[in-house]
């Protein structure tokens, strides 16, 4: 369903992404691991054409994507989160999600209508008129995740949203994953420090580090990868919480 081949991106003199491939089967859960700077968010970059890629290509169904503009591949049917949560800080959370549904839609009353099934589905409802930069982080990672969910994407990239998140809302924010995956089939692929919901939830995982792809594979596979246990032992990822 998606691909990106031996993509590179370079700042300077730093290697930020470095030959990396990998594959996304629909209907899965593909999961993103490493630690700081080791080029996740760099890749979603890449990939939503944010940033221009040094070398290789991504394909979505077939289509190579790499070179298209940002709205071009939403237009596709991509969506995407943001680690540093990109709401309108002066308007409503009502607003912002409907901001999101309006290009998909023909009329005000659709967009509406889909705006407030995802506030019901992420529990958003009560805080419908509350203005989102006066929002905990809770429920910004909320509204940033129901903003993405307003594009009805086939295929979602999940920034770290589980980042500064209790546990109670980790294991409802895991849920909701699993809702949209299994009910909406949605396909995702979520970059994520909290090891817990990555086992729950990922079929697959692909393991970064210092903008190279160091192993990939079932949960289970790559937990056992001699490798990355090395990583692990070796304190390189001392940002990944086991909780
Ligand atoms: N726009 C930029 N210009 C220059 N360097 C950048 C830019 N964006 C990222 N970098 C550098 O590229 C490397 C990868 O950064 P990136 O944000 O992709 O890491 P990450 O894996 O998402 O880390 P984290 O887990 O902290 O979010 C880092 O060394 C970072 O400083
Ligand atoms: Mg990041």
Avoid: W
């Avoid at 995802?118 to 203005?131: A, F, K, V």
């Avoid at 930069?133 to 910004?140: A, H, I, R, W």
């Avoid at 924010?173 to 994520?192: P, S, W």
Wanted: hydrophobic letters at 45%; proline letters at 3%; aromatic letters at 6%.
């Amino acid at each position: 369903m998606f691909s990106v081949k031996n993509v590179v991106k370079r700042f300077g003199g730093l290697i930020a992404v470095d030959h990396v491939s990998f594959e996304i089967q629909k209907g899965g859960i593909f999961g993103i691991i490493g630690p700081n700077g080791a080029g996740k968010t760099t890749l979603f970059n890449l990939i939503m054409g944010n940033l221009a890629l040094d070398e290789g290509e991504i394909r979505f169904h077939d289509q190579i994507i790499s070179g298209k503009k940002t709205h071009e591949i939403a237009a596709l049917g991509i969506g995407r989160t943001f680690q540093m949560v990109k709401p309108f800080g002066g308007l409503t959370v009502e607003q912002n999600v409907l901001m999101g549904a309006l290009p998909k839609h023909n009329t005000f009353q659709e967009a509406r209508k889909v705006a407030r099934q995802i506030m019901d589905l992420l529990e958003l409802t009560p805080y419908q008129d509350e203005i989102a930069q006066t929002l905990p982080v809770g429920l910004k990672k909320k509204l940033e995740l129901a903003r993405a969910l307003a594009t009805q994407p086939q295929l979602l990239f999940l920034d770290e949203v589980m980042g500064g998140l209790h546990p109670r809302e980790v294991q409802d924010m895991i849920e909701v994953i699993r809702y949209l995956n299994r009910e909406q089939n949605m396909t995702i692929c979520m970059i994520e420090h909290v090891m817990s919901a990555v086992m729950a939830l990922c079929d697959r995982i692909l393991v970064l580090q210092q903008g190279r792809k160091l192993a990939e594979g079932t949960v289970e596979e790559v937990t056992r990868n001699p490798e990355v246990i090395q990583a692990y032992l070796g304190g390189e990822f001392k940002d990944v919480t086991l909780a």
